[in-house]
């Protein structure tokens, strides 16, 4: 089992910056990768961002592409999502996940005001 913790969300403005982080715990020795999905109401979560483990690769949805940025510190097993330019559209809960989404965190609330 690994638990995640995320943290770093709040209320910005339109072409502010946000930086998330989640923390696993737990049986992180089986970490492959972790990620971040985000989910407003009404609609399907969705895809944001990814990064493998141990080589740190890296994908993006493409509409946050060159404005967000994953990485991870794996010394203490957290991953970051750097989220530069935030537009409304960005609004929404943010979920960490690992292993391609066979674990998840609580989620935490990004809003961005115009």
């Known amino acids: 089992q690994v638990q995640l913790e995320e943290s770093g969300g709040g209320l910005v403005q339109a072409g502010g910056s946000l930086r998330l982080s989640c923390t696993a715990s737990?049986?992180?020795?089986?970490?492959?990768?972790m990620g971040w999905s985000r989910q407003v109401p009404g609609k399907e979560r969705e895809f944001v961002a990814r990064?493998?483990?141990?080589?740190?690769?890296?994908s993006y949805k493409g509409s946050v592409r060159g404005r967000f940025t994953i990485s991870r510190d794996k010394a203490k097993n957290t991953v970051y999502l750097q989220m530069n330019s935030l537009q409304p559209e960005d609004t929404a809960v943010y979920y960490c996940s690992s292993n391609s989404g066979i674990y998840w965190g609580q989620g935490t609330q990004v809003t961005v005001s115009s």
């Open positions: 990064i493998t483990w141990n080589i740190g690769t890296t």
């Open positions: 737990g049986r992180t020795s089986s970490l492959s990768s």
